[in-house]
Nanobody
Framework: VQLQASGGGLVQAGGSLRLFCAASGLTFSTFSRSDMRWYRQTPGKLRELVAT???????AYADSVKERFTISRDNSKNTVYLQMSSLKPEDTAVYYC?????????WGQGTLVTVSS
């Protein structure tokens, strides 16, 4: 199983970005039954859970991104998205997607988001 994250880049404060995470090497049923998450990490800090899209269709967000970020998934494409709006400089981080398949976790390689003030 591989997770390929993309969509990061440089954006001004107040702008938007959409992150993508495509899973490969697995079946549709495995992806659809997995909880998908986005984490972020800055140097010297622990990895922070940003958003979750669980297998049942529910979503959850860190307080710091509520009402600004939206996580969604397309099980037919084995892909999870993170729509980020009203970005702030403190959102600058490497963003990682994570798939909790139940028996183990899988991680993508990370995509850098830089928000300039």
């Amino acid at each position: 199983v591989q997770l390929q994250a993309s969509g990061g880049g440089l954006v001004q404060a107040g702008g938007s970005l959409r992150l993508f995470c495509a899973a490969s090497g697995l079946t549709f049923s495995t992806f659809s039954r997995s909880d998908m998450r986005w984490y972020r990490q800055t140097p010297g800090k622990l990895r922070e859970l940003v958003a979750t899209a669980n297998s049942g269709g529910g979503t959850a967000y860190a307080d710091s991104v509520k009402e600004r970020f939206t996580i969604s998934r397309d099980n037919s494409k084995n892909t999870v998205y993170l729509q980020m709006s009203s970005l702030k400089p403190e959102d600058t981080a490497v963003y990682y997607c994570n798939m909790d398949a139940g028996w183990r976790d899988y991680w993508g390689q990370g995509t850098l988001v830089t928000v300039s003030s």
